[in-house]
C-alpha cells in the first residue's frame, strides 16, 4: 500500500469494555512498532515486533496490553478491561528492518481511543 | 538507558526569523537522532535523521539539525520561519538497547507570528 495505515480511525468505549487496533504496515517493512501519545505529551513505545523473531513487549504499560502480528502483515492491538487514562491516540510505525536506526519509521495517522 | 530532553514546551517566533529549537540527548551507545514533525490533525512526518554520518544533518523545508557530541545536544534550526512551519516538533533518539524503538521527547510546540 501507499503508507501504513490504521483502524478505526477513532473509538469511543465505555470503562470496562474490551478494544482492537488494527494496523496495515507497508508492503516490505519487517519491523513494525506500537506507540501511544497522550494529549499534549510525546510517544510513549509499547511494543515492537521484528520479522518473526518474539516481540519486544517492554513498553506495554500493563497485562490488559497484549499485541499480535500474523508474519510481516497486520498487527493488532488488544486493550482488555479498558480504563480511562487508556485515552490517547494509539500510532503504528513500520519499518525495513529494527536491526538498524538508519531505517526510518513510517507512521500511520492513528486511531484515538476514548474511554468514557 | 535512553533519553530526550527537549528543552522549550513552546517557542514563538515572528515570520522571517530564525527557528531555534533546543533539544538534548542521553544514550550508552552511539545514537541515532531524529526530529519529527507534528501538524494539527495530520500524522508524523520525519524532517531529518542523523545516523552517525556527518554531524551537521539538513532535512526537508529548510530545516537542518546540528549533532554535538561534546554537548550531548542535537538542536534542530531555520534560517527563516514560514508561517505553514507552525506544528509540535519532537526530538527522537533509537539505539540497539530498545530495539531501535524511538524514544520520543515531550515536544516542542512552534507558533509563527506575522
Known amino acids: 500500500g501507499a503508507g501504513v495505515s490504521q483502524s478505526p480511525s477513532n473509538k469511543v468505549t465505555e470503562k470496562g469494555k474490551d478494544v482492537e487496533l488494527r494496523c496495515d504496515p507497508i508492503?516490505?517493512?519487517?519491523?513494525l512498532y506500537w506507540y501511544r501519545q497522550r494529549l499534549g505529551q510525546g510517544l510513549e513505545f509499547l511494543i515492537y515486533?521484528?520479522?518473526?523473531?518474539?516481540?519486544?513487549k517492554s513498553g506495554l504499560p500493563s497485562d490488559r496490553f497484549s499485541a499480535e502480528r500474523t508474519g510481516e502483515s497486520v498487527s493488532t492491538l488488544t486493550i482488555q478491561r479498558t480504563q480511562q487514562e487508556d485515552s490517547a491516540v494509539y500510532l503504528c510505525?513500520?519499518?525495513?528492518?529494527?536491526?538498524?536506526?538508519?531505517?526510518?519509521?513510517?507512521f500511520g495517522p492513528g486511531t484515538r481511543l476514548t474511554v468514557l | 538507558a535512553q533519553s530526550v530532553t527537549q528543552l522549550d514546551s513552546h517557542v514563538s517566533v515572528s515570520e522571517g526569523t530564525p527557528v531555534l529549537l533546543r533539544c538534548n540527548y542521553s544514550?550508552?551507545?552511539?545514537?541515532?537522532l531524529f526530529w519529527y514533525v507534528q501538524h494539527p490533525n495530520k500524522g508524523l512526518q520525519l524532517l531529518l535523521k542523523?545516523?552517525?554520518?556527518?554531524?551537521l544533518v539538513k532535512g526537508i523545508n529548510g530545516f537542518e539539525a546540528e549533532f554535538k557530541k561534546s554537548e550531548t545536544s542535537f538542536h534542530l534550526t531555520k534560517p527563516s520561519a514560514h508561517m505553514s512551519d507552525a506544528a509540535e516538533y519532537f526530538c527522537?533518539?533509537?539505539?540497539?538497547?530498545?530495539?531501535?524503538?524511538?524514544?520520543f521527547g515531550k515536544g516542542t510546540s512552534l507558533l509563527v507570528t506575522p
Open positions: 542523523y545516523t552517525s554520518a556527518a554531524t
Open positions: 527522537v533518539v533509537s539505539d540497539p538497547s530498545s530495539g531501535y524503538a524511538l524514544n
Open positions: 515486533f521484528q520479522g518473526n523473531s518474539a516481540p519486544d
Open positions: 510505525a513500520s519499518s525495513f528492518s529494527g536491526t538498524s536506526g538508519i531505517h526510518e519509521q513510517f
Open positions: 508492503s516490505g517493512h519487517t519491523a
Open positions: 544514550s550508552s551507545y552511539s545514537p541515532s
